[in-house]
Antibody
């Protein structure tokens, strides 16, 4: 049974770096894709990027310059860093893993950017 | 970034049939199809259908997905109160090398 448990800071100031981590249970990093998705309050889903099972990364072109997604297999974790945040980055952030198509999701973390 | 197009809202009566649509282009929906996800308020999304139109284990047979060209559809028969939720489609865009989502459809069961 695959489970994802995410954690990280929920309140940031403008220009700071968002950092979130997802603990992985019951899944192999070499068999799945590892994504981050966000959802601004009252709005739809936006894909941020993924770490692929071959070890490469793909990012949303609109966020690519500020995003980094990495995997730590020794800790069974994957992480998201988003630099130079603004109020527009306020959202619920989800981690997800998919052998195919977004099969498993974390519980979500609300990140608020405010001065 | 170009997203997929979904109608903002659909309303149907109890036990009726709802068909939700998702329109993309030849680089995304028209290429590999669209996955469908359901989201209830305050909860993470839940996968309802893979891009190949198959259902994950445990998903009701009342749901079926299909595709015609660059438009994907999700049909829900015998609508129940618990079907009231937001529905999103998602597709891999081979040109952008990025997943793209639809804006979501809010399904109301009257």
């Amino acid at each position: 049974q695959v489970q994802l448990q995410q954690w990280g800071a929920g309140l940031l100031k403008p220009s700071e770096t968002l950092s979130l981590t997802c603990d992985v249970y019951g899944a192999s990093f070499s068999s799945y894709y590892w994504s981050w998705i966000r959802q601004p309050p009252g709005k739809g889903l936006e894909w941020i990027g993924e770490f692929t099972r071959s070890g490469s990364t793909n990012y949303n072109p609109s966020l690519k310059s500020r995003v980094s997604i990495s995997v730590d297999t020794s800790k069974n974790q994957f992480s998201l860093k988003l630099s130079s945040v603004t109020a527009a980055d306020t959202a619920v952030y989800y981690c997800a893993c998919h052998p195919v198509d977004f099969d498993y999701w974390g519980q979500g973390t609300l990140v608020t950017v405010s001065s | 970034q170009a997203g997929l197009t979904q109608p903002p809202s659909v309303s149907k009566g109890l036990r009726q049939t709802a068909t939700l649509t998702c329109t993309g282009n030849s680089n995304n929906v028209g290429n590999q199809g669209a996955a469908w996800l359901q989201q209830h308020q305050g909860h993470p999304p839940k996968l309802l259908s893979y891009r190949n139109n198959n259902r994950p284990s445990g998903i009701s047979e009342r749901l079926s997905a299909s595709r015609s060209g660059s438009t994907a559809s999700l049909t829900i028969t015998g609508l129940q109160p618990e079907d009231e939720a937001d529905y999103y489609c998602a597709a891999w865009d081979s040109s952008l090398r990025s997943w793209v989502f639809g804006g979501g459809t809010k399904l109301t069961v009257l």
